[in-house]
């Protein structure tokens, strides 16, 4: 993700929270002063109730923005669920039970639940989705009761409306009310799992480059460091071969810096051909008798350009071991089709009896590679003799991009 489309998705984050705060907590202010200050204006409410539900008022208000904010800059678990400031809590619910008690004294089933209803709502929005549940469905039987009762013991014929109007807004009220939460929290996650994604992008490339010039310098410096030795060698009894192996030193050099310039502008990428034909050089130069079996329709096999960088990689890796880790005196390489697969094998007949001298990390990385490709990578090791083998299928596969990373 690149730096424009997170500093977009983040002005969208920001303006999805401005609407949210205005849809929950501007939205319960509203409903407060609207419904419960236009009771307070009214002429018939005795000045005995309206002095401690103005206070009441004020103290919901307040406890209700805070708790709802709060609440906003939370991203709650479904496991772990975000904890409420327990005085603006105890607060809130004081404040709602004065302005149910006093409107309910007075006979009025429309007003008396505004406020439970709202103190409920935000409860449940700091509880875990199970005892959300139970709490809501809970405060709307128990709305049930309250105007009921004392529609009953007035006897005003108003029963049906007393009873049944707070429990539907309660209910109405928690899914106004957790609705928009819950897209917020939605969409949070959403913005945290992309961010998560470009640093995850940003990292594998960093280890893709990374094994990528560890790759390319190793392999360059192990033959440039085989060829000094011979060149070292022979420069008292051979000075002409000397020159020739110093010339290919220098040409080597020149090599390791064009691919490393290659690497870091992303240009370079391993052939099996390359490999195979630069396996046979090096070899050769080192005093390796190198026997080459190449199968003609193994060459001209379709194999996908990431087929062909996975099995190249192999031979490097391959060829490196035979330098680093043993004493060949002969290897051999063999490319085929076979039951469906191309089939790589490369052996040679020197390896070290130092446990794990030639079953490096590289290998490892390039047997989950070829899994994850539908092929398959294996090493054994049968006295001085050392076999790597790897396969891949011939057909077309969804393969992971031969660029996600390199053999370390």
């Not at 969208?12 to 002063?33: A, D, E, K, N, Q």
């Not at 800059?73 to 669920?81: E, G």
Request: with cysteine.
């Amino acid at each position: 993700m690149g730096d424009g489309s997170i500093e977009r998705t983040a002005a969208g984050l920001t303006s999805f929270r401005r609407y949210t705060w205005w849809t929950v907590p501007g939205m319960t202010v509203c409903v407060l002063v609207v419904f419960v200050g236009a009771w307070l204006l009214d002429g018939d409410v005795p000045l005995w109730a309206r002095a401690p539900a103005a206070v009441a008022l004020a103290v919901e208000m307040w406890a209700s923005v805070v708790l709802l904010s709060r609440r906003l800059a939370l991203l709650p678990s479904t496991d772990v669920p975000p904890e409420a400031p327990l005085g603006r809590l105890i607060a809130a619910v004081g404040a709602g039970v004065v302005l149910a008690v006093f409107p309910l004294a007075l006979h009025d089933y429309g007003l008396w639940p505004v406020a439970p209803a709202l103190v409920v709502a935000i409860v449940a929005t700091y509880l875990p989705p199970r005892r959300r549940r139970a709490l809501i469905a809970g405060a709307v039987v128990l709305a049930l009761l309250p105007g009921g009762v004392v529609s009953l013991l007035e006897g005003d014929g108003e029963l049906a409306y007393a009873a049944l109007f707070p429990a539907g807004l309660v209910a109405f009220t928690a899914w106004v009310t957790l609705g928009p939460l819950w897209a917020w929290d939605t969409a949070r996650r959403l913005d945290e799992a992309r961010r998560l994604e470009a640093e995850l992008a940003v990292r594998e490339e960093r280890l893709r480059f990374a094994a990528d010039l560890h790759d390319i310098q190793g392999h360059h410096l192990q033959v440039i460091a085989l060829k000094s030795e011979l060149a070292a060698r022979l420069v008292d009894v051979d000075p002409a071969r000397a020159a020739v192996e110093l010339k290919e030193i220098r040409q080597l050099s020149a090599d390791a810096l064009s691919d490393t310039r290659a690497v870091v502008q992303g240009y370079r990428r391993t052939s099996l051909d390359d490999e195979i034909g630069n396996a046979t050089r090096v070899l050769a130069a080192a005093d390796i008798d190198a026997r080459m079996t190449l199968d003609p329709a193994a060459v001209a096999a379709g194999l996908t350009d990431s087929a062909r960088h996975l099995l190249g990689l192999v031979m490097r890796e391959a060829t490196t071991n035979v330098l680093r880790h043993s004493r060949a005196g002969h290897a051999e390489v063999d490319y085929r089709i076979a039951d469906g697969s191309a089939r790589l094998r490369v052996s040679n007949d020197g390896a070290e009896d130092r446990p794990g001298a030639s079953d490096g990390t590289g290998l490892r990385t390039l047997a989950e590679r070829l899994e994850a490709a539908g092929g398959e990578l294996t090493w054994k090791r049968d006295g001085p003799l050392f076999v790597v083998t790897a396969a891949l299928p011939t057909r077309p596969l969804q393969s992971p991009n031969p660029a996600d990373g390199a053999a370390r």
